[in-house]
Structure formats: C-alpha cells, structure tokens
C-alpha cells in the first residue's frame, strides 16, 4: 500500500474520527455540538480527535473573541474533499 493512504488510512481509522468527520460535514462546529452528534465520544477522546484532524489539516481551529471566548472547527478545503467518500461509503453499506 502506497505510503500516503496508509497515513491517511491511520488517521481515519482511529476511533471517532469518521464521526467527528460526519458531524463537521452536517454542520458541528462546536464542542458541544460535536459532543452531542457523536454520541458516547468522552470529552478527553473528542479533544483529541478534533486535534489530530487540526494536525492533519482537515480541520481549522479559530478561536472566537467573545465573552467568554469559545473555539470553532471549520472544515479545510482539505477536508471537503472527504465528502464524497463518506457519501460512497454510506451507499456502499445500504447497497449491500
């Protein structure tokens, strides 16, 4: 296998991160948004989670100047382009 699927295939693999990956594509921006789509992730793993896909740059961290401050994660153009893979993948699992 081709080094660079095998990177990508490591980080996707690891527990959450298609959900989390889903959630942001359905609208989460949020911790707690993300906490709440992605049922049973404790607040430890999701942390974690939204940091290794900020590393990998399919998602973006800003944090929001109010009172209090809060984070916000935006998917990168990066990660868009993993759309239409969760897309086929979900027809792949009701195709069958």
């Known amino acids: 296998m081709p080094e660079a699927v095998r990177r990508g295939a490591d980080l996707l693999e690891r527990r959450w991160?298609?959900?989390i990956l889903?959630?942001?594509l359905n609208g989460a921006s949020r911790f707690n948004e993300f906490r709440?789509?992605?049922e049973g992730i404790s607040p430890n793993t999701l942390t974690d989670r939204l940091r290794d896909l900020e590393r990998a740059g399919i998602l973006e961290?800003?944090?929001i100047a109010a009172s209090p401050p809060f984070a916000e994660y935006q998917l990168t153009a990066s990660g868009r382009r993993l759309a239409p893979l969760?897309?086929?993948l979900q027809r792949w699992t009701t195709a069958r």
């Open 17 to 19: 991160s298609f959900s």
């Open 22 to 24: 889903y959630a942001s």
């Open 36 to 38: 709440q789509s992605v």
């Open 61 to 63: 961290r800003r944090v």
């Open 86 to 88: 969760l897309a086929e």
